[in-house]
């Protein structure tokens, strides 16, 4: 029997892609999607993919009405957390795809979800490269205590920082604190320009066309540095695998985990 996906963010980048691959997968069956700008019609007509009946939902109360196993959300940072906690009171367990979420928002979605027995896995990229490279990070962090992280953007993106760089900030936090030569207060001039803190790390967003997505870390010792980066193509397939690899995993477990690489072994 195929496990049974309700999907909000259906039409977007990344949703029209994990649109098709459900439709085309022999593990899932998308039963419902949910976008407001194309509310009414076949998705099948909206994304071209001939076959696809499914009348897309305007609302994800909607969408949550009918019988699914998992909810997958790829929509916007303002909605996101009204979204998975509609579908933890519904005993639904979810993939959170949306970037925007705040620390204390993930803390109380993990409380959420344990007092409904679920499972919610929250990844700021799925990308498997993006991956390796916070596992390679929290590496890195043993033995280089200086570092900062940069992400880069499309000019349109709402929220900063990215999931992804928050997302690597606590999974750093808990190997260390960097250590800072010179105390942010105490910068001279604008202390904004040295960027925001985040779980301890300094994080500098960029924002301009011609990124997709991009973030570094930078370690420095004396007279020695490291760089690791990731960087997206226009392509939204490597983040539709690791969707589906989070969606076949997320009933395995209670509670709220941050990053895929909580559920595959590195």
Same mark, same amino acid.
Request: with cysteine; net charge negative.
């Given at each position: 029997?195929?496990?049974?996906?309700?999907?909000?963010?259906?039409?977007?980048?990344?949703?029209?892609?994990?649109?098709?691959?459900?439709?085309?997968?022999?593990?899932?069956?998308?039963?419902?999607?949910?976008?407001?700008?194309?509310?009414?019609?076949?998705?099948?007509?909206?994304?071209?993919?001939?076959?696809?009946?499914?009348?897309?939902?305007?609302?994800?109360?909607?969408?949550?009405?009918?019988?699914?196993?998992?909810?997958?959300?790829?929509?916007?940072?303002?909605?996101?957390?009204?979204?998975?906690?509609?579908?933890?009171?519904?005993?639904?367990?979810?993939?959170?795809?949306?970037?925007?979420?705040?620390?204390?928002?993930?803390?109380?979605?993990?409380?959420?979800?344990?007092?409904?027995? @679920?499972?919610?896995?929250? *990844? +700021? /990229?799925? $990308?498997?490269?993006? &991956?390796?490279?916070?596992? #390679? %990070?929290?590496?890195?962090?043993?033995?280089?205590?200086?570092?900062?992280?940069?992400?880069?953007?499309?000019?349109?993106?709402?929220?900063?920082?990215?999931?992804?760089?928050?997302?690597?900030?606590?999974?750093?936090?808990?190997?260390?604190?960097?250590?800072?030569?010179?105390?942010?207060?105490?910068?001279?001039?604008?202390?904004?320009?040295?960027?925001?803190?985040?779980?301890?790390?300094?994080?500098?967003?960029?924002?301009?066309?011609?990124?997709?997505?991009?973030?570094?870390?930078?370690?420095?010792?004396?007279?020695?540095?490291? @760089?690791?980066?990731?960087? *997206? +193509? /226009?392509? $939204?397939?490597?983040? &539709?695998?690791?969707?589906? #690899? %989070?969606?076949?995993?997320?009933?395995?477990?209670?509670?709220?985990?941050?990053?895929?690489?909580?559920?595959?072994?590195?």
């Amino acid at each position: 029997m195929k496990t049974k996906i309700s999907l909000a963010g259906a039409t977007g980048w990344v949703g029209s892609a994990l649109s098709k691959a459900i439709s085309q997968s022999e593990e899932f069956v998308l039963v419902a999607a949910v976008a407001r700008s194309s509310a009414g019609r076949r998705l099948g007509d909206v994304l071209g993919i001939p076959g696809l009946d499914l009348i897309v939902c305007s609302t994800v109360e909607e969408a949550l009405s009918t019988d699914c196993d998992i909810f997958i959300d790829y929509t916007h940072p303002a909605v996101v957390n009204h979204h998975v906690r509609l579908a933890i009171s519904r005993n639904i367990p979810v993939v959170i795809g949306t970037s925007g979420l705040a620390e204390e928002d993930f803390r109380e979605l993990d409380e959420l979800a344990r007092n409904h027995q @679920v499972g919610v896995l929250a *990844a +700021g /990229n799925f $990308a498997i490269t993006a &991956v390796l490279l916070q596992r #390679l %990070a929290m590496l890195a962090a043993k033995y280089m205590p200086h570092w900062e992280v940069i992400d880069y953007s499309t000019a349109e993106k709402p929220d900063a920082p990215s999931g992804t760089a928050m997302e690597l900030t606590s999974k750093l936090s808990q190997i260390r604190t960097p250590l800072l030569q010179y105390p942010i207060e105490h910068t001279h001039g604008q202390k904004e320009s040295r960027g925001a803190t985040v779980n301890g790390t300094q994080i500098h967003s960029v924002r301009l066309p011609g990124f997709v997505f991009a973030f570094e870390i930078i370690f420095g010792l004396p007279d020695q540095r490291l @760089v690791l980066r990731h960087e *997206a +193509g /226009n392509s $939204a397939e490597p983040y &539709v695998a690791g969707t589906l #690899l %989070a969606a076949k995993n997320v009933t395995t477990f209670v509670g709220l985990k941050r990053g895929l690489d909580s559920i595959i072994k590195l």
